[in-house]
C-alpha cells in the first residue's frame, strides 16, 4: 500500500523530511482531536465486541420476573426489561452481532466491488457498459427497500441481512475502484510494470489497485456505519437476527411498546449505544479522509 | 428540434433500461422464494393435484424466459398479484395507501429544505463561526442517527412527558372522521373541505413523524449547500459582481444563491431515496398507515407478492421522480443545450 501510495503522488510535501506515512499520520492526528477520539471510540467499541461477553454482570438472556421493568439503578446500570433482564448487559453483548453483520456486509461488498471495478475500469468495453448498467439498477431502488426486497426473497436470516446490506453497498466501490483504475491504466508506472514484463492481471492487481486503497478506507469507514444502521432498520422491522437474541435494532423495537407508557430506558440505551457506534465511524470516516486527502480537510 | 428537448428525449430514453433493469431485478426476488410457489399460493391445505394445477395456473410450468413475459404482461396491465392479508390486488392496496406516504415524505422534505438550505447558506458565508461548526456537528450527528430511533425519542419527550402531541397512532385521532377522499392528502383535502379542525388535527399527527424524518434528512441538503454555495461564492463571475459594486444581499441571493441551488435540487432527488427508506421505519413508529408500514405487515406475514409490489412500486417510484428532477433541470437552467 504504501510503495502504490507514492507513486501516483509526486510528494506534495517533497521539501520535509521525515515524511513517512506514519509521521503524516501523528501530524494529522495532533491536529484534529476529533478524529483521536474517533479512534479511541473504536478501540473501546472493539474491546466490548471482543471482551463483552466476560465483562457484563448479567447473563444477558436470564430472565428475572420479579425485578421486571425496573429504572435505570446500581444494581442494574440500564435498566431491567419487561422480562427482567438486564438491558446493560445486553446491550454491550448485542455489540459483537451488530459489529460482526456490518463488518462482513462491507467486507464482501469491498471485495466483490474490488474485483467488479478493477476488471471494468482496465479492459473497459461491453463489460464495463453491462455493469454500469447493472449498478445504475441496483442504485434505482432505494437502498434499505431493496434489502428488505432481497432478505424477503432469500429468507429471512442472518447471513441474508449481511448479503442484502453488502449487495446495496457493491455500487459505491465498484464505481469508486473503476475510476481509480480507469484514469491510471495508462498511466506512466503502469506502461513501465507492463513493459518490466508483468502480465495484465499483475499490474492491475499490484500495481493499479493499491491506488485506490486510500480512497476506499474511508468509503469502508462510512459504510461501516451505514450497514450498522441498515442492519439494526431491518431488525427492528423484524427481519433478520430474532428475539432474544441480543440485537440494538430489536430491543429499540421492544423497548417501543414501552415508551408509551414512560418506560424510557428500555428503548433508549441500546439506540443511544447504537448511535454512538454509528457516530463513530462517520467521525472515523472524516478523520480518515483528512489522512488520507488533505485537500478535502473541510 | 431544439437541443433543449432533445437533451430532454435522450434523458427518458436513458431511463428506458434503467426501468428493463429494475423490472428484471424485481421478477428475479419474486422467482427467489423461499420454497415452491405453487404450494405457497395453494395454502397449507392443499393436496398434490391442486399444487400442479396452481402451478399451472401461475405457468410455474414453464421455462423462466417464458415466465418472465407473463410477468411483464402482468405488470404491464397492472397486476402485481393478490395479497394474502388483505385479499385484495396489491396494486389497489398500494394505491390506496400510496397518499399516506407521499403526504408524509414531501411534508418532511419541506421541512428539512427550510431548515437545511438556509443553515447551509449561513454556513457557507460565514465559514469558521460557531454556524459553521453548528452545521458541521448537525450534519454528522444527523447521518448517525438511525430514523427509528428518533422517532421513538420524540414520542417519549413530546407524547409522554409534555403531552403537547397526539397519541402517535395513525393519520388523524379516531374521533375525527377522515375527511372526504379528493387527492388521499388529509391537509388538502380538510383544506378543500374547509374543516379547519380536521385540519389542525391531521397535521398534529404529522408533526412528529415528519420531523424525524426531516432530521434525517437534514443533514445531506444542508451539506450539499454549503459546498455548493461555497464553491459559487469563489466563482470569476461573483468576483465581477462585486466589482461592478453590486450589493452583498443581489450577490449573495440574486448569483450565489441560484447557482448554487442547482446541485441542491439534484441531491434532493438523492435524498428522496434516502426518505423513501426511512419512510418504512418511521411508519411503523408511529403506525402511519402508509405503503412502508403496509409492506413491513406484509413481510412478518410472509405476504410476497405485497413485498415484491412494494418493492417495485419504489423503484419505479424514484426513478419517475429522478426523470422529472433531471427534466426540471434542463427547463430551469438556460446553460444547459447551449454548450
Not at chain 1, 425485578?67 to 446500570?77: F, I, K, M, N, T
Not at chain 2, 419505479?316 to 446553460?335: E, G, K, Q, S, T
Request: with cysteine; hydrophobic share 55%.
Amino acid at each position: 500500500m504504501m510503495a502504490g501510495m507514492t507513486a501516483p503522488h509526486p510528494s506534495r510535501t517533497a521539501g520535509q523530511k521525515n515524511d513517512t506515512t506514519l509521521g503524516h499520520i501523528v501530524y494529522v492526528l495532533k491536529d484534529n482531536p476529533v478524529t483521536m477520539l474517533a479512534f479511541a471510540m473504536l478501540a473501546f467499541f472493539m474491546g466490548c465486541a471482543l471482551f463483552g461477553p466476560l465483562l457484563v454482570p448479567y447473563d444477558p438472556l436470564a430472565t428475572n420476573a420479579a425485578r421486571a421493568l425496573e429504572a435505570p439503578s446500581w444494581d442494574h446500570w440500564f435498566g431491567t426489561d419487561n422480562l427482567g433482564r438486564d438491558v446493560f448487559s445486553r446491550v454491550v453483548i448485542a455489540t459483537r452481532l451488530d459489529l460482526t453483520i456490518s463488518v462482513a456486509a462491507v467486507a464482501l461488498s469491498f471485495v466483490i466491488g474490488s474485483i467488479l471495478g478493477s476488471i471494468t475500469g482496465y479492459w473497459g468495453g461491453w463489460l464495463d457498459a453491462v455493469l454500469n448498467r447493472l449498478l445504475d439498477t441496483i442504485m434505482a431502488f432505494p437502498l434499505f427497500v431493496l434489502a428488505m426486497g432481497v432478505v424477503a426473497a432469500l429468507g429471512n436470516t442472518i447471513e441474508n441481512i449481511i448479503y442484502a446490506t453488502a449487495i446495496i453497498n457493491i455500487p459505491f466501490y465498484a464505481r469508486l475502484v473503476r475510476a481509480e483504475v480507469n484514469i491510471r491504466r495508462n498511466a506512466g508506472f503502469a506502461q513501465a510494470a507492463k513493459l518490466a514484463g508483468n502480465s495484465d492481471l499483475r499490474v492491475l492487481a499490484v500495481h493499479i489497485f493499491p491506488n485506490a486503497l486510500p480512497p476506499m478506507m474511508v468509503q469502508v469507514s462510512l459504510n461501516l456505519g451505514w450497514a450498522i444502521l441498515n442492519a439494526a432498520g431491518l431488525s427492528f422491522i423484524g427481519l433478520g437476527v430474532r428475539p432474544p437474541t441480543p440485537e440494538w435494532g430489536i430491543m429499540v423495537a421492544e423497548g417501543a411498546n414501552f415508551i408509551v407508557s414512560g418506560e424510557w430506558w428500555m428503548a433508549v440505551f441500546p439506540g443511544l449505544w447504537l448511535m454512538l457506534a454509528v457516530f463513530t465511524f462517520n467521525l472515523l470516516g472524516d478523520g480518515l479522509r483528512d489522512i488520507v486527502d488533505p485537500r478535502k480537510r473541510t | 428540434m431544439s437541443p433543449r428537448s432533445k437533451m430532454i428525449l435522450g434523458r427518458v430514453a436513458q431511463a428506458i433500461p434503467v426501468v428493463m433493469g429494475v423490472v428484471v431485478i424485481s421478477f428475479l426476488l419474486t422467482r427467489a422464494l423461499p420454497g415452491d410457489p405453487a404450494a405457497y399460493f395453494a395454502g397449507p391445505a392443499a393436496d398434490e393435484a391442486s399444487i400442479a394445477e396452481i402451478r399451472e395456473a401461475l405457468g410455474l410450468d414453464k421455462s423462466l424466459f417464458q415466465q418472465f413475459f407473463f410477468y411483464v404482461g402482468d405488470l404491464v396491465r397492472g397486476d402485481l398479484g393478490t395479497s394474502l392479508t388483505t385479499g385484495q390486488t396489491v396494486t389497489s392496496d398500494l394505491a390506496a395507501r400510496l397518499p399516506a406516504s407521499l403526504e408524509l415524505t414531501l411534508v418532511a422534505l419541506l421541512l428539512s429544505c427550510a431548515i437545511a438550505i438556509p443553515l447551509g447558506v449561513l454556513a457557507a458565508t460565514r465559514p469558521g463561526t460557531w454556524v459553521d461548526h453548528l452545521c458541521r456537528v448537525l450534519v454528522t450527528a444527523g447521518v448517525s442517527m438511525p430514523t427509528f430511533f428518533t422517532g421513538i425519542a420524540l414520542i417519549y419527550v413530546f407524547y409522554y412527558i409534555a403531552g403537547l402531541a397526539p397519541s402517535p397512532l395513525g393519520r388523524l385521532d379516531f374521533i375525527y372522521l377522515s375527511p372526504q377522499h379528493v387527492t388521499g392528502f388529509y391537509l388538502i383535502d380538510a383544506a378543500l373541505a374547509g374543516d379547519l379542525e380536521t385540519w389542525i388535527a391531521a397535521l398534529k399527527q404529522l408533526i412528529l413523524p415528519a420531523t424525524t424524518l426531516a432530521l434525517f434528512t437534514l443533514a445531506p441538503i444542508a451539506r450539499m449547500t454549503r459546498a455548493a454555495m461555497l464553491s459559487a461564492l469563489s466563482a470569476d463571475f461573483i468576483r465581477t459582481a462585486r466589482a461592478a459594486g453590486l450589493g452583498s444581499r443581489k450577490i449573495l441571493y440574486g448569483y450565489a444563491f441560484r447557482n448554487a441551488l442547482l446541485p441542491v435540487v439534484t441531491t434532493l432527488g438523492m435524498v428522496f431515496s434516502f426518505t423513501l427508506g426511512a419512510n418504512v421505519l418511521v411508519e411503523k413508529v408511529f403506525a402511519w398507515p402508509g405503503i412502508g408500514s403496509y409492506a413491513v405487515e406484509a413481510l412478518v406475514v410472509s405476504d410476497y407478492a405485497a413485498v415484491q409490489g412494494f418493492v417495485l412500486a419504489m423503484a419505479l417510484l424514484f426513478v419517475v421522480l429522478n426523470l422529472i428532477i433531471d427534466i426540471a433541470y434542463a427547463l430551469i437552467d438556460p446553460r444547459i443545450g447551449l454548450k
